[in-house]
């Protein structure tokens, strides 16, 4: 029914940049957020940034004021503009949909597949 499709990883040096998509499809009624978490090699997945549907935005302490979050609500995509990448954001960024398929139906987090990110010193 839904599907959450990923694209913009890739390999990039040290205090260059990447822009990640990803688009919502299939039967949604309504999203009340989307954000994007990451997991590195052997550590747990962490929340990396969050936005609602009402355009508030949190973010990890360690990409603030380095990444940004933002949101197409007409097309149900989410990005995540990162610049100045370090080695240490080096991880599989996973797309995260909070959202319900009809009305007055509960709400559920939806994940994508995962892409990865590589920055290299």
């Known amino acids: 029914q839904v599907q959450l499709v990923e694209s913009g990883g890739g390999l990039v040096q040290a205090g260059g940049s990447l822009r990640l998509s990803c688009a919502a499809s299939g039967t949604i009624f309504s999203i009340s957020a989307m954000g994007w978490y990451r997991q590195a090699p052997g550590k747990q997945r962490e929340l990396v940034a969050i936005?609602?549907?009402?355009?508030?935005?949190s973010y990890a302490d360690s990409v603030k004021g380095r990444f940004t979050i933002s949101r197409d609500n007409a097309k149900n995509t989410v990005y995540l503009q990162m610049n100045s990448l370090k080695p240490e954001d080096t991880a599989v960024y996973y797309c995260?949909?909070?959202?319900?398929?009809?009305?007055?139906?509960?709400?559920?987090?939806?994940w994508g597949q995962g892409t990865q990110v590589t920055v290299s010193s």
């Open positions: 936005i609602t549907s009402g355009g508030s935005t």
């Open positions: 995260n949909a909070d959202l319900t398929v009809r009305v007055a139906r509960p709400y559920y987090a939806y």
